[in-house]
C-alpha cells in the first residue's frame, strides 16, 4: 500500500489587506492623476479617496485605501516616494 499526496497545480491565493495611505504632496491638483496612477498599478482598486488641496498652502494631502497583498504595502509606499511632487507617503 502506498500513500501519495495531493498537491495543487494552481498557486495559492494572496491574501489581498485594505490598507490606508496618506499621501503628502506639492504642486496641487495637476499632480492627483499621477498619484491615483501609482496607486492603482497592477490592477490595484483605490477606495475612499480624499484629496485636500488649499489656496495659499504649501503642501496637499490624499488619503485613501487600497486593496493590496499585504507584502506590496513597502512597494507601494517606495514608488510613492520616488514621485517629484511626494514629500511623504505613510499607512494611515
Given at each position: 500500500m502506498s500513500i501519495s499526496t495531493f498537491e495543487s497545480a494552481a498557486p495559492r491565493a494572496t491574501l489581498l489587506v485594505r490598507r490606508r495611505i496618506a499621501t503628502y504632496f506639492t504642486g496641487g491638483a495637476e499632480q492627483v492623476p499621477s498619484l491615483i496612477g501609482a496607486l492603482s498599478q497592477q490592477g490595484r482598486t483605490v477606495h475612499e479617496l480624499s484629496v485636500d488641496i488649499r489656496d495659499g498652502v504649501r503642501e496637499s494631502s490624499m488619503v485613501c485605501a487600497?486593496?493590496?497583498?499585504?507584502?506590496?504595502?513597502?512597494?507601494?509606499?517606495?514608488?510613492?516616494?520616488?514621485?517629484?511632487?511626494?514629500?511623504?507617503?505613510e499607512l494611515a
Open positions: 487600497v486593496l493590496l497583498p499585504g507584502e506590496e504595502i513597502d512597494l507601494l509606499l517606495a514608488r510613492l516616494r520616488e514621485l517629484p511632487a511626494v514629500v511623504s507617503a
